[in-house]
């Protein structure tokens, strides 16, 4: 497989615009036609989408495409904070207000006024941090925690959650106004083992990319290694797929990567794909159609036979042409 990086277009997470995006997946393109239509309106966005497909890239480039391209884009993740921590920082405090607080400071929706606020995992807010987001969003108002003046702030909200649309909508522990209130336009990331036609440009833009960091002129890759990634099932999305390529961009000895550079040692523990959770159940979103597992089967096999298709097809007890077949199907 041959890089050519001229040709691949590497996204700045800073200043990038939906005009950026390139893509051959039709999910994809319906996506940023959508995103779009976002961009010319100041309605809320949801961004629903695995971990690491690109929702914070997607909620910035809407921002640099809308009229509010031209101030602040804030961003703030609401996994795992006390509600008191989670008070201060969406809405600041005042000196004071808790053990520490030595001075005035401004919370996320104020340094937002007149821009973009990204809330990213906005389904692990609690329930009293979920009301005060629902008033801030609905009427731009919000008191700094330990303060009696009434804040007022301009802002466009973007919201995202990892959870399936059906999940986040049957849970018990999200309010259903708020979610009605930030769904104005719903996106839908598609994860990246569901855009095959992207995957090239993607190893290549980033090959390019890792080449220019690390000071070395990567031409591409062995047959084998190109087979690899190919094959992968990328459980970790974009945010895996930089990790093997700069780790295969760094072991690499010569400008074209071998096989063996190519590491898929997973950042987290991940569940065999199929694999039941304790809980009672896959979530009621997944795909478990036999011919879908079947194929991340496949794919699982022939990557960790390093691209040798022969040697996968041996592994799973079928012949090499069976394997072809089922990999396109």
Known sequence: MTVHPDSARILDPNHCSLEAFQTADAAMRRCLDLARTAA??????????????GKTLLARAIHNSSKRMGRSFVSFNAAALSDTLLDSQLFGH????????DKRLKGKFELADGGTLFIDEIADLSQVAQAKILRAVEYGEFERLGGEK???AD?????????????????ERFRKDLFYRISGITL??????????????????????AGR????????????????????????????LKRVIHV????????????????FQPLEETRP???????????????????TMERRHIRVVLARSRGNKRQAARALGISRSTLDRKLSA
Not at 159 to 169: E, Q, V
Not at 188 to 208: K, Q, V, Y
Not at 280 to 287: L, N
């Open 248 to 263: 295969a961009v760094a072991i690499a000895e010569s400008d074209v990567i071998p096989v063996e550079a190519v590491l």
């Open 150 to 152: 009434l804040q007022t």
């Open 94 to 101: 005042e000196k004071g207000a808790f053990t520490g607080a």
């Open 273 to 291: 794909p199929g694999e039941m959770r304790e809980t009672g159940g896959p979530p009621p979103d997944e795909d478990l159609r036999l011919r």
């Open 188 to 209: 839908i990331l598609p994860p990246l083992r569901e855009r095959p036609a992207d995957l090239r440009a993607l190893i290549g833009a980033e090959i390019a990319l």
């Open 213 to 240: 960091q690390q000071g070395k002129t990567i031409v591409g890759l062995d047959k084998k290694a190109a087979d690899a990634l190919l094959a992968y099932d990328w459980p970790g999305n974009l945010r895996e």
């Open 40 to 53: 010319r309106t100041d309605l809320s966005v949801l961004v629903l989408g695995e971990s690491g497909t």
């Open 155 to 171: 802002v466009r909200l973007i919201s995202a959650t990892h959870l399936p649309l059906g999940t986040f909508t049957r849970s």
